[in-house]
């Protein structure tokens, strides 16, 4: 039984370019699909004992702030995909 799918964790690091790289090739020579899986990190949630703090909309803009990123970190691995090996995703 070959190996049908690589998972390779996207981030913004430094790193993340070689790794995409390292994961491209072992999916080329495995003749499987290379799957990016974008982890953008935590929202912290600041404490307000006075209950000024609108949480329903910090939340939101944390999280639309996290999906941005997420969303770039995969821009960036279906570009370099395409280009290390075409229909590798």
Do not use: K
């Amino acid at each position: 039984m070959g190996i049908r799918s690589i998972l390779v964790h996207l981030d913004q690091r430094a790193n993340t370019r070689q790794r995409v790289a390292a994961a491209a090739a072992l999916a080329i020579h495995h003749d499987a699909r290379l799957v990016g899986q974008a982890c953008v990190g935590w929202v912290g949630m600041p404490v307000d004992p006075s209950g000024t703090v609108d949480m329903a909309a910090y939340q939101q803009v944390a999280m639309d702030s996290l999906n941005q990123q997420a969303q770039g970190c995969v821009r960036r691995f279906q570009e370099q995909a395409q280009a290390l090996g075409g229909d590798l995703i």
